[in-house]
């Protein structure tokens, strides 16, 4: 009988601009806000409680162009949460997503649809976990944990997610994974690394792809 499967979930990391967390979250506000027959979506971070949009002026009414029409100035909008940008009618049927961690993460499969969920090690953090796969690496019966990632395609003001040149995390006993430095894994690799995929040599050895977004793929191969 198979166990339960746990979760390795990659995530944007701690290393951005902006901060998700319970008690500050980040939304999604979803609808079609200038009634155009097009949907669109207001991201927002909270700040003592309320919730103001990420997006600078200019790019919010590139997509909902009835901000134009109310001539806020720059620093009035900068002012302004969700919901004093729109009617209370708008705000009151607009689908909101919320998000509050934006560690990547272990979800351990406890069953019955419930998951305990630990954070991976600080270091996996820097910057995103696009691609992921599982080894034992040092052949000592635990799977351990192969990541890739980095992000570039953010508005200048966000800057771009470039500091992640790999992780291998070995496993322990005790459910938790180690960081293993660059000097001791080998495995460092720069770029947007899309996917990660395990190959088998003739001989029976694995080696590790990894798909790096416009740069030439690169393989690693394990010497255990």
Not at 33 to 56: H, K, V, W
Not at 99 to 115: D, L, P, R, Y
Request: aromatic share 8%.
């Amino acid at each position: 009988m198979m166990g339960k499967k746990d979760l390795i979930l990659g995530n944007k990391g701690t290393n951005t601009t902006y901060k998700a967390s319970a008690a500050n979250p980040f939304k999604l506000f979803v609808n079609d806000f200038d009634r155009n027959g097009t949907i669109e979506q207001i991201a927002t971070r909270s700040i003592n409680g309320r919730d103001m949009p990420l997006n600078l002026k200019q790019d919010v009414a590139k997509q909902i162009p009835m901000i134009k029409k109310k001539n806020l100035s720059y620093a009035d909008y900068a002012k302004k949460s969700f919901q004093e940008l729109f009617a209370k009618e708008v705000v009151d049927n607009t689908i909101v997503k919320t998000a509050t961690i934006q560690e990547s993460v272990i979800a351990i499969n406890k069953g019955n649809g419930k998951f305990e969920i630990k954070v991976l090690p600080k270091e996996v953090q820097f910057s995103s976990v696009d691609a992921i796969c599982t080894i034992d690496i040092n052949k000592d019966g635990i799977l351990d944990i192969v990541l890739g990632g980095n992000q570039y395609e953010f508005k200048p003001q966000f800057s771009r997610l470039d500091t992640n040149y790999g992780s291998l995390l070995l496993g322990n006993k005790n459910g938790t994974y180690s960081w293993t430095t660059y000097s001791k894994s080998g495995f460092f690799v720069k770029g947007e690394v899309q996917h990660l995929q395990l190959i088998k040599n003739k001989n029976n050895s694995v080696s590790i792809i990894a798909v790096i977004n416009d740069s030439t793929p690169k393989i690693f191969k394990s010497n255990e």
